[in-house]
């Protein structure tokens, strides 16, 4: 059996486009193989703003036998104040079995909460990382065999590194612009399996002798059409290969490679 895979995922920013989530995340595990996925709910309170994520919705967005509230491993600091932790951090011992339980029927789990960044510049802005560093600590004591990594993964052989832009969006882009519709030249899988901060070439269609690099990563949905993120504009003058060590440093202090045990 392969080794267990545990995503963790932050929501911000698809509160209102909850249907159009599970679209992409089943394409993308579907394309990579595997069943839909679990997720596993780590917040200790779901009263918030995100209409799609508020109290019970997504659970009944998923169904029943998608969606699991784990409130146990909530921060604790959100109800009682104080520094980070977890309400009961033995609970990860139960995130550990789940995990392998549903790795024996070709599922993975995404465990997710609220927050937009697991790390900031190296240090911990979510409890979700927490979460991990105890789910890890576990397997080891125990001997058990698991990956855990930020949703969608490392998967480098997802997704195509190419997009092109009409001139008014590849100039809004190289502004500073967030968001580069990707219209019908990436498949929803392929665009949802983007790695954070994978290098994209990114070629204007008005001007083909222009073309810039930008650190990208998963689709999101916004105004009502797919997009991949512009995190970064590469130095254009910089090799492919220090193209790559830029984006793994911004890989790592962001919280997003991959840990095992």
């Not at 011992?93 to 070709?106: E, F, I, P, V």
């Amino acid at each position: 059996m392969a080794v267990p895979m545990l995503f963790t995922f932050g929501y911000w920013g698809w509160g209102n486009s909850t249907r159009q989530l599970v679209q992409m995340i089943d394409a993308v595990e579907e394309s990579r193989g595997h069943e839909p996925p679990l997720f596993v709910d780590l917040r200790i309170r779901r009263t918030v703003r995100a209409i799609g994520f508020s109290n019970d919705a997504f659970g009944r967005l998923v169904g029943d036998e998608r969606y699991v509230w784990m409130h146990e491993l909530g921060n604790a600091a959100i109800l009682e104040g104080g520094a980070m932790r977890l309400e009961d951090p033995h609970a990860a011992l139960d995130l550990l079995t789940l995990s392998g339980s549903l790795a024996r029927k070709n599922r993975r789990v995404i465990a997710f909460c609220a927050c937009e960044f697991p790390r900031i510049e190296g240090r911990v802005a979510c409890h979700r990382v927490v979460v991990a560093d105890k789910v890890l600590s576990h397997a080891r004591r125990q001997g058990i065999h698991i990956r855990i990594v930020e949703w969608p993964g490392e998967d480098r052989a997802g997704g195509r590194a190419e997009i092109r832009l009409p001139g008014r969006e590849y100039v809004r882009i190289l502004r500073g612009g967030r968001w580069m519709p990707i219209g019908g030249q990436l498949t929803l899988a392929e665009a949802g399996s983007l790695p954070w901060y994978r290098p994209v070439t990114v070629k204007n269609e008005d001007d083909t002798g222009s073309s810039m690099r930008i650190l990208s990563g998963p689709a999101r949905y916004v105004g009502g059409s797919w997009c991949l993120p512009a995190l970064e504009l590469a130095d254009q003058d910089a090799t492919e290969e220090q193209v790559k060590v830029l984006a793994e440093k911004r890989r790592k202090s962001g919280g997003y490679g991959e840990r095992s045990a």
